[in-house]
């Protein structure tokens, strides 16, 4: 979608442009990232905006490698992780065709990244633009959406040490890599939505130890508030979801480290008629 790429650097606030990482230091952090290398920390960041063109340029860096942009992610979707970071709202990246190219069952490295990590997560996919305009009630929205979809995320936190949003923005948010399971078709009704706020979300290895357990009301109190804030966010920077564009829903788990050997799964139940599962095994 090198359309969605144009629109971000149109988009970038050209009070930001000066006050953020050049383009040739965002090239040596994507190197580092494509190295499994990790950064420091960029000392000068000190804004949102500031982090968002630190992102749009890395970004740019990285598509050449990571694919074409195919949709966004939307991090820090609670309070207690938004206060860790010194932010007072969720946080948007944007996904690559490799962020969501493994399915159910995949094997990747455990040290896939230069900081490597793993998250309970779901997708939601756009059916159609009309998404702009559903506002926050959930069965507009859902009449905007194809397939709720299993996805088990990969970050890359890339940064050594402690950071704050702005950084985390530069690094686009951590997107990386992600396994998605099989598409749960969208019903447009309030049991529908309702389902994916009571749902619960619980992630285990393959020795049967519970890592995470949440419900549907982890981010921002139902998945679908989380569509409403990117539509708005993006539109305040004169951006659209489009057809076909997929959107992380993070705050199922917190970020856990990876382990050589194991399986981890990810299950939703409560969201279909039976249990519906997602896994990825490292090596």
């Known amino acids: 979608m090198r359309a969605l790429l144009t629109a971000v650097l149109v988009a970038l606030p050209l009070a930001a442009q000066s006050a953020c990482p050049d383009q040739a230091a965002m090239d040596r952090i994507a190197e580092a990232l494509m190295a499994n290398r990790p950064s420091p920390p960029f000392a000068g960041l000190r804004t949102l905006e500031e982090g968002h063109c630190a992102q749009e340029r890395l970004v740019a860096a990285l598509v050449p490698s990571w694919g074409s942009l195919v949709g966004w992610k939307v991090g820090l979707t609670s309070a207690p992780v938004q206060q860790r970071f010194g932010v007072n709202q969720p946080l948007r990246g ?74 985390l923005l530069a690094i686009n948010v951590g997107a990386r890599l992600g396994v998605m399971g099989t598409p749960i078709p969208v019903e447009p009704t309030q049991a529908f939505a309702d389902r994916l706020a009571a749902m619960t979300v619980t992630m285990v290895d393959d020795r049967g130890q519970e890592r995470a357990r949440a419900q549907g009301t982890a981010a921002l109190g139902h998945p679908l508030n989380v569509i409403a804030f990117l539509v708005e966010d993006l539109a305040r920077d004169g951006m659209r979801l489009e057809a076909g564009q997929v959107v992380s829903v993070a705050g199922y788990s917190p970020t856990l480290p990876l382990e050589a050997g194991r ?16 896994s990825v095994r490292t090596r």
């Open 263 to 278: 399986t981890y799964t990810v299950r939703y139940e409560g969201l279909a008629p039976t249990t519906v599962s997602v």
């Open 94 to 167: 944007m996904l690559f065709e490799s962020s969501i190219s493994l399915r159910d069952g995949a094997e990747v490295p455990a040290r896939f990244g230069a900081v490597p990590v793993i998250e309970s997560d779901l997708l939601l996919r756009v059916r159609d633009a009309g998404i702009n305009t559903a506002g926050r009630d959930h069965v507009a929205i859902l009449r905007h959406l194809d397939a709720v979809i299993p996805f088990i995320e990969l970050p890359d936190l890339t940064l050594t040490g402690g950071f704050t949003g702005p950084n």
